[in-house]
């Protein structure tokens, strides 16, 4: 059966050309999602209703409780502007960089960490902003703590102070034959009842008394006292430990009776130190070290005992080998030696502290400049790079460098144009961190490796990468004065065609939605021409439609920028003709094939099957 010609015009004034994103019609949009929670405890999937709650189970305290927020997209793609979290006890991971585009029947997952604050129950809230108008729908937290809490007290000499667990309970100096005590009070501010089964003192010369009958099971409010005495016999720091159930403290105290006296050699030359001296390294250079042997005497008239030796702080430039076996016992009259390191790591005076049993002694260093950074050199394409794409790139020095670097890449743009929040590392944002150790030439991205990825956007501009270098210890700033960059250049290029879909399909009529991008974010026209299917004609040509109206007022909206050179057009069609009973007008139509131009070219044509 012959069919009959249709011919298809294109509708004008209510069925004039749409563009998705413009912000009048985003408004106007309705998100189509939905949402559940799955609790990492018990895998059960719970469906939840905007404004719902996300109840995570008791948590016992320095504990993490998890649930994944599933955000389901049922209907065509759709936008996650932002999820935020409030609530100090509560923390989301796992988000991508916003706004990120969920397709149909496509799960954004987000990780919620709930860890409890330390109050019975904690409260919070999850927002999550949909579509490009931000839609926000909520969803409460809550989350209840589950445990006992031991809370200690120490009273000495009339001063009373909290103390926690694995922290140090010194005692006063205390002459031989003599004590000192203290009080530690125990109480359990918890919302569930705890049993001490053993209460001890591991150490001598260190006591407890007033102990309950044990096990002794707290309720909640409820506690004891304890006191703890220092009875030293002999004349040395000393240190033990209180153990309670499972907490514990360490117990410190020094009986007087003999008498440590210090000297270090440096350079030849020995210096005796007085109460209040310092050890005074000669200069040295950044990543080169000066040492000294430091000399323990001990000048009383009983065996000295020292438990400890160290640097106090942490990260210190100076540092400690050659050690003596601990705890170190010197007789009088006795001797014991070991090697102190100066390597600074800033430029300048540094000082630090040496532990010696129960007395400090100061330490004080001069750093001197580092040597120069060597040459550095980008492993990636340079140049021309594709719009909508993700090169990779790394960054080495020509030959290894003594000590250990960290620094950061940074992304600027040059364009005539909005700049693409789209460009940006695959780890999000337009700076990255990196590290280079000591000795090594390859910057290493965190979490990445020697490589990283860039996104390109879709706006033609130009992408400068641009690295900073300094010492990983002390962040001495080693950056050329004229840094080298690495450019890449996405250029101005005719539109590029991503999909092209029909919709709302009548009998007589449908709806054609195209998505693209344009990096010169400018359109002029599209040209839509159909194929007839078997039995059927069309006797209409290409249909051509001008854009550059509509174009140029959505790319020069604010609402566009958050998009680069991204655009959807939809274009409503309304089809006439005559066919065979029981057929359609939109039957005769097989496939529909589209380009689309902009003042430096055309796309290439995308065919839809219709």
């Known amino acids: 059966m012959r069919g009959r010609a249709i011919r298809i015009s294109r509708r004008t004034g209510r069925g004039a050309i749409l563009l998705a994103a413009l912000a009048t019609q985003a408004a106007a949009q309705q998100t189509n999602f939905t949402f559940s929670y799955v609790l990492a405890s018990n895998q059960n999937v719970v469906p939840l209703q905007p404004g719902g709650n996300i109840v995570f189970p008791a948590t016992p305290l320095n504990s993490v409780s998890q649930a994944a927020l599933d955000i389901t997209n049922i209907g065509g793609p759709q936008q996650v502007q932002n999820v935020s979290i409030s ?13 990120t585009l969920v397709n149909a029947q496509q799960t954004l997952q987000v990780l919620i960490r709930y860890q409890p604050s330390g109050a019975a129950t904690d409260t919070g809230q999850v927002t999550v902003s949909l579509g490009t108008q931000g839609t926000q729908v909520t969803f409460a937290l809550q989350g209840t703590l589950s445990a006992a809490k031991l809370v200690y007290q120490l009273t000495e000499n009339g001063q009373t102070a909290p103390v926690t667990p694995g922290s140090t309970i010194s005692f006063p100096d205390t002459n031989l034959g003599q004590s000192n005590s203290v009080t530690l009070t125990v109480e359990n501010t918890g919302n569930l009842s705890t049993t001490i089964g053993s209460i001890a003192v591991s150490g001598q010369d260190f006591t407890v008394s007033g102990t309950p009958l044990l096990p002794d099971t707290l309720g909640q409010n409820a506690g004891f006292t304890l006191k703890l005495t220092f009875s030293p016999t002999q004349a040395a720091a000393e240190q033990a430990t209180l153990a309670i159930g499972a907490d514990s403290f360490t117990l410190t105290g020094r009986g007087l009776g003999a008498t440590l006296a210090f000297a270090y050699t440096m350079a030849g030359a020995t210096v005796t130190l007085a109460t209040g001296d310092s050890v005074v390294f000669t200069p040295a250079t950044v990543t080169q070290s000066e040492s000294a042997t430091f000399v323990i005497s001990n000048t009383g008239t009983i065996t000295a005992h020292v438990f400890n030796i160290g640097i106090v702080q942490t990260n210190s430039p100076f540092s400690v080998s050659g050690l003596p076996a601990l705890p170190l016992n010197i007789a009088p009259n006795g001797q014991a030696s070991f090697t102190i390191a100066f390597a600074p790591t800033t430029v300048g005076f540094t000082t630090g502290t040496l532990q010696v049993g129960n007395t400090t ?7 001197t400049a580092p040597p120069a950074l060597p040459a550095y050199q980008f492993s990636a394409a340079s140049g021309n790079v594709a719009a909508l794409s993700q090169p990779s790139l790394g960054l080495a020095l020509s030959k290894p460098y003594p000590a250990a670097l960290s620094g950061t890449l940074t992304i600027t743009i040059a364009s005539d144009l909005p700049a693409d929040p789209a460009v940006q590392f695959s780890t999000g944002g337009r700076t990255v961190a990196f590290t280079i150790p000591a000795n090594g030439t390859a910057a290493i991205f965190a979490g990445q490796g020697p490589q990283i990825q860039l996104q390109t956007g879709t706006v033609a501009s130009t992408i ?3 690295p900073t270098f300094a010492t990983q210890a002390g962040d001495i700033d080693l950056t050329p004065s004229s840094p ?13 065609i991503i999909s092209a879909q029909v919709g709302s399909v009548s009998g007589n009529g449908f709806v054609l939605t195209v998505v693209g991008y344009s990096t010169t974010r400018s359109l002029a026209a599209m040209a839509v021409a159909f194929t007839a299917a078997a039995g059927f004609h069309i006797s209409t040509a290409p249909v051509n439609i001008d854009l550059s109206n509509v174009a140029a007022a959505y790319f020069d909206s604010t609402a566009s920028v958050a998009f680069g050179g991204q655009f959807q057009v939809t274009v409503p069609f309304t089809l006439s003709g005559t066919v065979a009973t029981g057929q359609t007008l939109t039957g005769g139509i097989a496939t529909i094939s589209t380009t689309i131009s902009n003042s430096t070219g055309t796309s290439s044509a995308i065919e839809t099957n219709f």
Do not use: R, Y
């Open 361 to 367: 002694v100061g330490l004080i260093g001069s750093g």
């Open 87 to 99: 609530g100090n006890a509560f923390s989301l991971q796992g988000l991508p960089a916003f706004p």
């Open 464 to 466: 400068t990468l641009t």
């Open 484 to 496: 080298s960059s690495l450019q890449l250049t996405v250029t101005a290029a005719a539109p590029s």
